[in-house]
């Protein structure tokens, strides 16, 4: 076991007799947080401050998975001690100073993983008092969205467009051909017409020649 280790397992039992005949001294503002996979979090502790507004107290923090210690923040005499944080929280963990002179402890965790799981544990020794609580974290697996479906535009899908009134389903060519038909029925009736009032009428002139259906000639 290191020095620091040392250091903090007396910090430890220290609070722990402290805190047995003083009563509690620390609190929790929650006493379990759920949180999903990269999401961020704020796990808060309260305390009795210092009466002079200081901030010199010994402060740890940890994580307890198995009765094996995983150190997220040592403070001593209220400077924070370095090479003690776990590599798996570098960078992931803050906290603002400031707040303990108010008697808050608040540890801002980021990028949560589903393995930070686990009960979390501050101590806090003011020398005016002492004492420690412990909150439970638990981050489950981040949900996937599910993608919005797109319209199937392969062989076998209708196209919403054709499903209307027939009108609306008939492609140019179809529409071009019954132009044509129509257009002949008219002229047929027109020049039907005609050589029935011929007959009546033979002085009438004869229709052009591109025009007379009996002429086969051309």
């Known amino acids: 076991m290191s020095y620091r280790e040392k250091m903090i397992c007396s910090i430890l039992l220290l609070i722990t007799l402290t805190s047995c005949v003083s009563g509690p001294f620390v609190e929790v503002t929650q006493s379990s947080y759920q949180a999903e996979e990269n999401q961020d979090v704020t796990l808060e502790w309260t305390f009795m401050p210092r009466t002079d507004g200081s901030i010199k107290m010994n402060i740890y923090c940890e994580m307890v998975n198995d009765g094996r210690p995983v150190f997220l923040l040592h403070l001593f005499r209220g400077d924070e001690v370095s090479g003690v944080q776990d590599k798996r929280f570098a960078g992931r963990v803050k906290f603002d100073k400031d707040d303990l002179r108010e008697g808050r402890l608040r540890l801002h965790m980021f990028g949560l993983r589903t393995d930070d799981s686990g009960l979390y544990l501050c101590g806090v020794f003011t020398g005016e008092g ?56 008219v002229v047929g009736t027109l020049l039907g017409g005609y050589y029935c009032l011929r007959r009546k009428h033979p002085m009438v002139p004869s229709p052009p020649a591109e025009l007379d259906p009996m002429n086969l000639s051309s």
Request: hydrophobic fraction near 25%; charge should be negative; glycine fraction near 10%.
């Open 130 to 185: 002492s004492g420690s609580e412990t909150c439970r974290l638990n981050v489950t697996a981040e949900r996937v969205q599910p993608k919005p479906e797109t319209p199937n535009t392969t062989s076998g899908g209708k196209d919403p467009s054709t499903t209307g009134s027939p009108s609306q389903a008939e492609s140019p060519g179809w529409i071009v051909l019954y132009c044509a038909v129509g257009l002949m029925m």
